[in-house]
């Protein structure tokens, strides 16, 4: 069985703050995909991210940052320097080599940028 | 990114009535797609896998006879409620890997179709 928890339901703060979203996982298989997507009010799922379990260096691309740390199973998301545009809900999800493609998506975390 | 669409983006029907909605990969093809569920405040929910010349694989507690789905092409992926009842309000979302279908590819999202049932 696989499983993502995002523990943060929402998070609010004020433009030009940092923000952390917290992911972990569960899974037996040793190769998996971990994903990160973006939610805005529109609806569409953004792509943000893809790190396979056999890579665990971490990534920055602009304001966005991912750590990964398989020895406490987390793959969380940093945000610096938050903007309004960043209001949005934020999912992590799994993919496990045995399964396919199939997605499993933690429960999201909502994040409010505030002027 | 690969371009997932849908069609329609919005739709509103009576209860009892069957509504079709479209998934197509633009500029890829996709021998598989998924179709998922979002309830408001919630996350997406897998409902199941379209396969192209196949049939589709349905998740657990999902009804294969009321949402009925066809993968006519390698671009087009097709999600019938049938008999649709006010539960089955909710926000349909469907997704393609592109690369063929890997376990490595990433998985592009369609933007969505928001069903509303009288």
């Known amino acids: 069985a696989q499983k993502v928890t995002q523990a943060q339901t929402e998070i609010s703060v004020v433009e030009k703050e940092d923000v952390t979203l917290d992911c972990v996982y569960e899974t037996r298989d040793t190769t998996y995909y971990l994903f990160w997507y973006k939610q805005p009010p529109s609806g569409e799922l953004v792509f943000l991210i893809r790190r396979n379990s056999f890579d665990e260096q971490n990534e920055i691309s602009g304001r966005y940052s991912w750590n990964f740390q398989k020895s406490t199973s987390s793959f969380n998301f940093t945000i610096t320097a938050s903007q309004v545009v960043d209001s949005a809900v934020y999912f992590c999800a799994l993919s496990e080599a045995s399964a396919g493609n199939k997605l499993t998506f933690g429960g999201g975390t909502r994040v409010l940028v505030k002027p | 990114g690969a371009v997932v669409s849908q069609h329609p983006s919005r739709v509103i029907c009576k209860s009892g009535t069957s509504v079709k909605i479209e998934c197509r990969s633009l500029d890829f093809q996709a021998t598989t797609m998924f179709w998922y569920r979002q309830f408001p405040k919630q996350s997406l929910m897998l409902m199941a896998t379209?396969?192209?010349?196949?049939?589709?694989?349905?998740e657990q507690g999902v009804e294969k006879d009321k949402f009925l789905i066809n993968h006519a092409s390698l671009t087009l992926s097709t999600l019938t409620v049938t008999s649709a009842h006010p539960e089955d309000s909710s926000f349909y979302i469907c997704?393609?890997?592109?690369?063929?279908?890997?376990?490595?590819?990433?998985?592009?999202f369609g933007p969505g179709t928001r069903l509303t049932v009288l």
């Open positions: 997704s393609a890997p592109a690369g063929g279908g890997a376990v490595t590819d990433t998985q592009y």
């Open positions: 379209s396969n192209e010349g196949s049939k589709a694989t349905y």
